[in-house]
């Protein structure tokens, strides 16, 4: 980490300590995150942060595998170690199968995506954010392609998804949250077995 993890104690003012106690809430039992600990150094922004990232993790019809899909794959293109590790376990638990995050971490291909068992949804899905993240621009034809598939709301809700985790992972590599930024990508680890091959 770049900065030190924010100290808690004693809370600067009862706003600030409004803040935290919102960040634990959101949080649960897992307790606070190094995210939150380096967010917490602005709790303006921390306030924010959750607000916008508790409607994207909580507020959206996409079912859990898309939206996993999508985070992790941003996590692979930005070398975003530690959104990976929060993320993969949570891809796993949506019913992604292990076969299909190897693959999403170790290749490009929608052919490959599609032998190791992601759906057209969650293929489509992935081509969208891997553009996203790499170009901005996102093409007619993977426009179209997701288009088919998804309704306007979804189509709204899978664009601030991009967005939002595009934002956390560079805020986390540019910070080092988690001291993962010296991990290489193909030595992410999938949940269950251990570290890339």
């Known amino acids: 980490m770049r900065l030190p993890y924010t100290n808690l104690s004693p ?10 106690s919102e960040t634990l809430a959101r949080r649960g ?44 794959r941003i996590a692979v293109i930005n070398s975003a170690h530690f959104e990976w590790t929060q993320h993969a376990p949570l891809a796993l638990a949506g019913g992604v199968t292990p076969q299909g995050l190897r693959a999403l971490r170790d ?8 032998k190791m068992g992601l759906t057209e949804k969650q293929r489509a899905v992935v081509g969208f954010a ?23 709301r979804e189509m709204v809700e899978i664009a601030a998804v991009v967005a ?13 949250v988690g001291e993962g930024n010296s991990v290489e990508v193909k030595d992410y680890e999938i949940p269950g077995e251990g570290r890339g091959e």
């Open 11 to 20: 809370a600067p003012n009862p706003a600030e300590s409004q803040v935290i």
């Open 29 to 72: 039992a897992s307790g606070l995150l190094p995210l939150d600990l380096t967010l917490l150094h602005s709790p303006p922004i921390t306030s924010g942060w959750n607000a916008f990232l508790g409607a994207i993790r909580t507020q959206t019809l996409l079912p859990a595998d898309l939206l996993e899909l999508a985070i992790c």
């Open 107 to 114: 290749s490009d291909d929608d052919g490959e995506w599609e």
């Open 130 to 152: 891997s553009e996203s993240t790499r170009d901005v621009r996102i093409s007619n034809a993977t426009f179209e392609r997701v288009r088919g598939l998804f309704c306007d």
């Open 164 to 176: 939002a985790y595009n934002c956390v992972s560079r805020f986390l590599v540019a910070l080092d």
